[in-house]
């Protein structure tokens, strides 16, 4: 609803201080032409908001212009309450500072209102959490995200042996349950995951910020690049109808991409992994239920595997 994206528009400028057409029209999902159309509609309603010019202009709201717009729809109050990452707070203790900010919210609310939140929290729970990575250092993190301070790391990458280096922390990023720290190092921005991050020490030299950097593009598009440049290796199955149904080529990293049925219950199946060895795995895992049939090469490790185990137990007493 258009009056809905008006008081939107209208928080994003109170709370961000700026924001560009482009900006506000990839946020509300709407063409930039529609935001230049509501923003004569606020400026008619006698919203002083206004454009500033150049390359790091936008629109803005005149200074010192604050709106009172207080009142949430139940949709929104629903939201709030079933979809608290109990967990992710916790990891940053703050576990029990959201608890009370919900139950303060919820006091504050009207009966009626009131009464959607408890329908929700009772109905929707959120668990996020696959496995527990451990991250001790993450308050260490936080708190040079915070004050803007530099960060003495000792880090081990998935390959290599751990290297200590001094960087600029921007922010905290959790996809999942796993934490990343997006950095800036050298002039380069770089994502860390915290759980490979052996020491961490908190400088007492400021750290350097980008004057336009925004945490949640740099994630977006840090994300769509590590996608770009995962291999692929595609393998041609035919698998029971009935196990494909329950299993899960995702859990071991991999995708279905087409499937044919060939009749008695068995489909023809084209699945795609990142390495041979999860394939692999996946195959073997599946027992009779699978027959690896391209690339031939794979099919001879399918078989060698299976001699292999074989091997393992003939001659053995059970």
Request: hydrophobic share 40%; aromatic share 8%; proline share 5%.
């Given at each position: 609803?258009?009056?809905?994206?008006?008081?939107?528009?209208?928080?994003?400028?109170?709370?961000?201080?700026?924001?560009?057409?482009?900006?506000?029209?990839?946020?509300?999902?709407?063409?930039?032409?529609?935001?230049?159309?509501?923003?004569?509609?606020?400026?008619?309603?006698?919203v002083?908001?206004?454009?500033?010019?150049?390359?790091?202009?936008?629109?803005?709201?005149?200074?010192?212009?604050?709106?009172?717009?207080t009142?949430?729809?139940?949709?929104?109050?629903?939201a709030?309450?079933?979809?608290?990452?109990a967990?992710?707070?916790s990891?940053?203790?703050?576990?029990?500072?959201?608890?009370?900010?919900?139950i303060?919210?919820?006091?504050?609310?009207?009966?009626?209102?009131?009464?959607g939140?408890?329908?929700?929290?009772?109905?929707?729970l959120?668990?996020?959490?696959?496995?527990?990575?451990?991250?001790?250092l993450?308050?260490?993190?936080?708190?040079?995200?915070?004050?803007?301070?530099?960060?003495?790391?000792?880090?081990?990458?998935?390959?290599?042996?751990?290297?200590?280096?001094?960087?600029?922390?921007?922010?905290?990023?959790?996809?999942?349950?796993?934490?990343?720290?997006?950095?800036?190092?050298?002039?380069?921005?770089?994502?860390?995951?915290?759980?490979?991050?052996l020491?961490?020490?908190?400088?007492?030299?400021?750290?350097?910020?980008p004057?336009?950097?925004?945490?949640?593009?740099?994630w977006?598009?840090?994300?769509?690049?590590?996608?770009?440049?995962?291999?692929?290796?595609?393998?041609?199955?035919?698998?029971?109808?009935?196990?494909?149904?329950?299993?899960?080529?995702?859990?071991?990293?991999?995708?279905?991409?087409?499937?044919?049925?060939m009749?008695?219950?068995?489909?023809?199946?084209?699945?795609?992994?990142?390495?041979?060895?999860?394939?692999?795995?996946?195959?073997?895992?599946?027992?009779?239920?699978?027959?690896?049939?391209?690339?031939?090469?794979?099919?001879?490790?399918?078989?060698?595997?299976?001699?292999?185990?074989?091997?393992?137990?003939?001659?053995?007493?059970?």
């Open positions: 609803m258009r009056a809905d994206r008006l008081v939107s528009i209208l928080l994003l400028l109170q709370t961000r201080g700026q924001a560009t057409t482009s900006e506000l029209a990839k946020r509300l999902e709407v063409s930039p032409r529609t935001i230049y159309r509501d923003m004569e509609a606020l400026t008619a309603a006698g002083p908001v206004y454009a500033e010019r150049g390359s790091k202009g936008g629109w803005r709201l005149l200074e010192g212009y604050r709106t009172n717009l009142g949430l729809s139940q949709s929104e109050i629903m709030l309450f079933a979809l608290k990452p967990q992710l707070l990891d940053l203790g703050l576990g029990k500072a959201g608890e009370q900010a919900l303060k919210l919820l006091a504050a609310l009207p009966f009626t209102q009131r009464q939140a408890e329908y929700a929290r009772q109905r929707i959120v668990d996020i959490q696959r496995y527990q990575e451990q991250v001790p993450l308050p260490v993190l936080q708190e040079a995200v915070w004050q803007d301070r530099k960060l003495r790391l000792l880090y081990e990458p998935m390959q290599g042996k751990p290297a200590e280096r001094t960087v600029d922390p921007l922010g905290l990023v959790v996809k999942g349950s796993v934490w990343y720290l997006v950095a800036s190092r050298q002039g380069e921005l770089r994502s860390y995951r915290v759980s490979r991050i020491e961490a020490r908190l400088l007492d030299e400021p750290s350097s910020r004057a336009d950097f925004d945490l949640e593009t740099y977006r598009k840090a994300r769509a690049e590590y996608r770009a440049q995962i291999p692929s290796y595609r393998i041609q199955v035919r698998i029971l109808e009935k196990v494909l149904a329950r299993t899960n080529p995702a859990s071991h990293w991999g995708q279905l991409e087409h499937s044919e049925p009749g008695d219950g068995w489909l023809m199946a084209q699945l795609c992994f990142e390495y041979p060895e999860q394939a692999l795995g996946w195959v073997l895992g599946a027992g009779a239920a699978v027959e690896a049939l391209e690339p031939l090469e794979f099919r001879r490790q399918v078989i060698q595997a299976l001699d292999n185990a074989l091997g393992l137990y003939q001659g053995r007493s059970v």
